[in-house]
């Protein structure tokens, strides 16, 4: 099973799916030596296709197993499982207990966690192979941690699209001035590397967000992109400044990376310069995944090496930089980040150093882990959420400098297909949905006496404040002219204090916090004003002298008494209450439009009405006497045939009272009302 893992780690880490040319029909022996020549040339799918011949021919269990390892090492997983379960569920004599690891692991790959696990302690109990059987116990663990994952509601990712995407690898996604940097092939077509005349290899490109998707990408320049290298693990630094990458060969049978060393580039006015070999961390070793980060207050580089010395296959260091290009002796990272495992495509910001591992217990192959940094050492990396990880190979994981979005590379299943559903890797931008709080605030009036509720008051202004730390800050201000409803947009996890005003009325205030709040959602708050009242005016009434109730108004052509005249008719009820032999008269008055007579029967009407109103609080008949002037006693110049505005005529239009007999002069005191417009 050494070549299984070889070739999973080029087919991970390194990006390139590769396959010769279509063969001829040839004998069950010359397919077996076509198939093991092109196994070692690198050509695992032809390689497959010539297996699958042979065995088809001969029903060789030996070849069964090859075709179930190459299966699992081009990442097509379906088929993978099935192909190891014909072989070990028929293996009564247990000649194949080894290949239940790999069994297990492809249908963990599948998302079968149970079934995985099962398979994994069978192993643990029957394995002869030290090292997979403390790789089952790790996976058997992450099968257990993958059963009680939940994707977290507020995380929402997305392909990138058939774009930006191609059915080929992508890979180290880097975002950067409004440019997406990534490795691409950009193939529709599975490569072969033999091929003479084939534009094959890995490039730099760059691809810009046109509406909701990432448009087709467009290759950097030959200052980047070199001919006869693969191009790979591209990371702009975080001022945009700097682009790091690797320049890689692989090794002549085509199955591992026989150079990968790394390389700069600087941002200048005409674009990105030539690229050169950075200083201090190349060597005789590979050199991979570059990216800029901060340590102990100074500017490093971070980077993956299978450098000697190491704590077992790729493990990231870090490099203090000296000057753009120039960096210290490499450090290794230690024993908290790394594993004898895989490490892979370091991502750092604000403290925090993200990165893939499959020498962890993972939801999958390689999981995105996260570690703090606290000035001195790094805390136990932790697994991100599911959907994050998957049950395949997540990777490249990166973060804008918010937090709230960023991209990852995954095989998961997504619009592109090369060969299988598994085999290849796109690309994924991912976003923390914001938690969008909306005030949805209303002003009302305090009800009046004879009103049942509140009545909606326009014309406030609503001021909200930020008041989660001792300073209050204005958050924003509205008035409605129109209506009683405002709406503000709020954080969460913040306090609040919002004030109603109007004129003329007390303010009212409400509080309120968006603490806890995890989903968008809207906060309803209503505020009530009640009417300023000013200190009573005393004034003394002498009989025949009229005095104006301003509130008792009527519907155009109506005479019924409305809410808002009740309180001014029950002001006038208390008076003849307290002054027992007083009679008055109760009149009512229109403007000159409309015909006399008319006029004259309607404001009679309404005389009658709002006297009626009172004798129904128990007040004598002989102590009220209803008349209507109509249009006869105008408060003003407009008579009959005078232009006159709205609020002149409004004058005009009036019901009063004057003493007619009992006392000559009575003392009443009246508070100043502030009424809706006339109508």
């Known amino acids: 099973m050494k070549k299984i893992s070889i070739l999973f780690t080029l087919t991970v880490l390194s990006g390139w799916m590769l396959q010769a040319q279509p063969i001829n029909r040839s004998t069950p022996e010359t397919n077996l030596k076509s198939a093991k020549e092109a196994e070692e040339n690198g050509n695992p799918y032809e390689a497959l296709d010539l297996y699958e011949k042979v065995y088809e021919a001969g029903k060789d269990k030996a070849i069964a197993v090859k075709i179930a390892e190459l299966e699992y090492t081009l990442r097509d997983y379906e088929k993978a499982e099935r192909a190891f379960s014909r072989i070990v569920t028929r293996d009564r004599k247990q000649e194949y207990t080894e290949l239940k690891y790999w069994y297990a692991m492809s249908m963990k790959h599948n998302g079968k966690y149970a ?229 892979s495509s370091p991502f750092y910001r604000d ?125 924003d201000s509205k008035t409605n002219t129109a209506a009683n409803d405002f709406t503000f947009e709020l954080l969460p996890e913040k306090s ?26 809207d906060v309803e708050k209503t505020m009530t004003l009640r009417v300023v009242r000013k200190e009573p005016e005393t004034r003394i009434v002498k009989t025949n002298e009229p005095i104006r109730l301003d509130n008792i108004l009527y519907d155009y052509d109506k005479w019924d008494i409305r809410q808002d005249a009740e309180p001014d008719l029950q002001y006038l009820t208390d008076l003849l209450k307290k002054y027992p032999d007083m009679k008055i008269e109760l009149s009512s008055h229109t403007d000159s439009r409309g015909q006399d007579a008319y006029n004259e029967s309607l404001s009679q009407k309404r005389a009658e009405s709002a006297r009626t109103w009172i004798l129904a609080k128990g007040i004598a008949a002989d102590r009220i006497v209803a008349k209507g002037y109509g249009e006869k006693q105008p408060q003003n110049g407009c008579t009959n045939g005078v232009e006159c505005t709205e609020e002149q005529h409004q004058l005009n239009r009036r019901t009063e009272f004057k003493i007619i007999s009992g006392p000559t002069s009575i003392t009443i005191e009246r508070e100043e009302k502030v009424m809706p417009g006339g109508n």
């Not at 692989?250 to 050169?276: C, P, R, T």
């Not at 890797?425 to 909306?438: A, C, P, T």
């Not at 109603?500 to 995890?518: H, I, L, M, W």
Request: charged letters at 25%; glycine letters at 12%; hydrophobic letters at 30%.
């Open 115 to 343: 079934e995985a696990a099962d398979m994994f302690k069978q192993y643990i109990d029957a394995g002869q192979d030290p090292a997979l059987v403390q790789a089952s116990k790790r996976e058997l663990a992450g099968c257990e941690i993958a059963k009680k994952a939940k994707q977290p509601d507020n995380l929402l990712l997305a392909n990138l699209g058939k774009k930006a995407n191609s059915p080929q690898t992508e890979a180290s996604p880097s975002y950067s001035g409004g440019e997406l940097y990534y490795t691409s092939m950009q193939s529709k077509e599975v490569i072969s590397p033999d091929g003479k005349n084939e534009d094959w290899y890995m490039k730099v490109y760059s691809s810009a967000k046109g509406g909701k998707e990432y448009g087709a990408p467009t290759v950097l320049g030959t200052q980047i992109n070199r001919e006869g290298w693969q191009q790979g693990n591209v990371s702009v630094s975080p001022d945009g400044k700097t682009m790091y990458f690797t320049r890689a060969l692989l090794a002549e049978e085509g199955q591992s990376l026989a150079e990968s060393k790394i390389y700069y580039s600087v941002k200048g006015s005409d674009g990105w310069s030539g690229a050169n070999e950075v200083s201090g961390v190349n060597g005789d070793y590979i050199a991979k995944h570059p990216c800029e980060g901060e340590l102990f207050g100074e500017k490093v580089l971070f980077f993956v090496a299978n450098m000697p010395g190491g704590k077992g296959g790729y493990d990231i260091y870090y490099a203090s930089k000296k000057t753009e290009g120039v960096f210290g002796l490499p450090v290794n990272l230690g024993d908290v980040i790394n594993t004898v495992n895989e490490e």
């Open 351 to 475: 403290g925090k150093l993200y990165f893939s591992s499959n020498g962890r217990p993972t939801l999958g192959g390689l999981d995105v882990f996260e570690s703090q940094w606290n000035g001195s050492v790094w805390s136990e990396p932790k697994g991100m959420p599911l959907g994050v990880n998957s049950s395949v190979d997540d990777m490249y994981y990166t973060q804008t400098p918010d937090g709230m979005s960023g991209y990852l590379v995954s095989n998961r299943p997504g619009p592109n297909n090369l060969k299988s559903k598994t085999c290849c890797d796109d690309i994924y931008s991912w976003e923390i949905e914001r938690v969008k709080v909306n005030l949805l605030a209303k002003t009302f009036r305090f009800k009046r006496k004879g009103e049942k509720e509140n009545q909606p008051l326009t014309g406030c202004s609503v001021q909200v404040f930020d008041v989660t730390d001792k300073n209050p800050a204005n958050v």
């Open 496 to 521: 609040y204090m919002a004030i109603a005003t109007r004129d003329g009325y007390k303010p009212d205030t409400v509080s309120f916090n968006t603490v806890g709040v995890k989903k968008s959602r």
